[in-house]
């Protein structure tokens, strides 16, 4: 059983940063896929950002790119999401989630194809 414990979440101003952490309590293989979702408020769920473990390749969102970053520290089996020039937009709950990809396979876009997933933390940015 793999358990995701996120922090880092809290409030800030437009045009601010926060730094989101997620840390397993376990290693899960070089073929995990590690993702960042949010959902705010009568909102679906949306991928925010994704890194794959073996070789550090990234995804993002139009909406948060050039804006936030995704990065990992696999010693540490932690995934980052580092957010700057924060908009109101960008407040929600915001959630670290993993999938195993198959061999030769790619990171998956879908929430539903994230197996385990952290608590959640609220991210609030006011204007």
């Known amino acids: 059983q793999v358990q995701l414990v996120e922090s880092g979440g809290g409030s800030v101003q437009a045009g601010g940063s926060l730094r989101l952490s997620c840390a397993s309590t376990?290693?899960?293989?070089?073929?995990?896929?590690m993702g960042w979702f949010r959902q705010a408020p009568e909102k679906e769920r949306e991928g925010v950002a994704l890194i794959y473990r073996d070789g550090g390749r990234t995804y993002y969102a139009d909406s948060v790119k050039g804006r936030f970053t995704i990065s990992q520290d696999i010693a540490k089996n932690t995934v980052y999401l580092s957010m700057d020039s924060l908009k109101p937009e960008d407040t929600a709950m915001y959630y670290c989630?993993?999938?195993?990809?198959?061999w030769g396979g790619g990171c998956s876009q879908d929430p539903n194809e994230y197996t385990y997933w952290g608590q959640g933390t609220l991210v609030t940015v006011s204007s």
């Open positions: 989630a993993g999938h195993w990809r198959t």
């Open positions: 376990r290693y899960t293989g070089s073929l995990t896929c």
